[in-house]
T-cell receptor, first 115, second 111 residues
Framework: DAGVIQSPRHEVTEMGQEVTLRCKPI?????LFWYRQTMMRGLELLIY????????DSGMPEDRFSAKMPNASFSTLKIQPSEPRDSAVYFC?????????????FGPGTRLTVL | GNSVTQMEGPVTLSEEAFLTINCTYTATGYPSLFWYVQYPGEGLQLLLKATKADDKGSNKGFEATYRKETTSFHLEKGSVQVSDSAVYFCALNQGAQKLVFGQGTRLTINP
């Protein structure tokens, strides 16, 4: 199993530019989560999907952030326009519903730097 | 709302020392409790979990017991190794899907 795949691993951009982060969940998993990690705020859940449908986006900081999941094997998190305060590590995670486990499996993260 | 409080780091120990990282929580109902570990440059990995009071989760020599009376889930290991150097996160599940994380504790083990 390849695990959760995220791309790019590192992104450096200038303020005002559009940034798109990508995630491929573990095959067969029906939940997908986007998190943001910063020194000041720790790990925050931004949004999660179930069967490609957004269920809770209450953690999305503002309208500049949007997330989509067009199919079961791909999701994007877009920031437009980006700002320096968006600099963080963004993690994607997936899990399989049912069974005895509620474990989320995390990708390696995308380190975003907005200059 | 639900929250998790971890002991502040960083924590620095010598190899073979005993490790305790404290974690307390505030929650309604009976959440599952987790410890995740993050090695440098990597994502979070589940280390262990417990789903009900008095359960003990264990993995790779680490243990934590779900204590409802003290609302705690402290992480322990009897003899740490240099390879245990990482950031450790305590977490609980809020509702069916949301994980609420503590701030993380950075652990460094010196040879």
């Amino acid at each position: 199993d390849a695990g959760v795949i995220q791309s790019p691993r590192h992104e450096v951009t200038e303020m005002g530019q559009e940034v798109t982060l990508r995630c491929k969940p573990i095959s067969g998993h029906d939940y997908l989560f986007w998190y943001r990690q910063t020194m000041m705020r720790g790990l925050e859940l931004l949004i999660y999907f179930n069967n490609n449908v957004p269920i809770d986006d209450s953690g999305m900081p503002e309208d500049r952030f949007s997330a989509k999941m067009p199919n079961a094997s791909f999701s994007t998190l877009k920031i437009q326009p980006s700002e320096p305060r968006d600099s963080a590590v963004y993690f994607c995670a997936s899990r399989l519903s049912g069974g005895k486990t509620d474990t989320q499996y995390f990708g390696p993260g995308t380190r975003l730097t907005v200059l | 709302g639900n929250s998790v409080t971890q002991m502040e780091g960083p924590v620095t120990l010598s190899e073979e020392a005993f490790l305790t990282i404290n974690c307390t929580y505030t929650a309604t109902g009976y959440p599952s409790l987790f410890w995740y570990v993050q090695y440098p440059g990597e994502g979070l990995q589940l280390l262990l979990k417990a789903t009900k009071a008095d359960d003990k989760g264990s993995n790779k020599g680490f243990e934590a017991t779900y204590r409802k009376e003290t609302t705690s889930f402290h992480l322990e290991k009897g003899s740490v190794q240099v390879s245990d150097s990482a950031v450790y996160f305590c977490a609980l599940n809020q509702g069916a899907q949301k994980l609420v994380f503590g701030q993380g504790t950075r652990l460094t083990i010196n040879p």
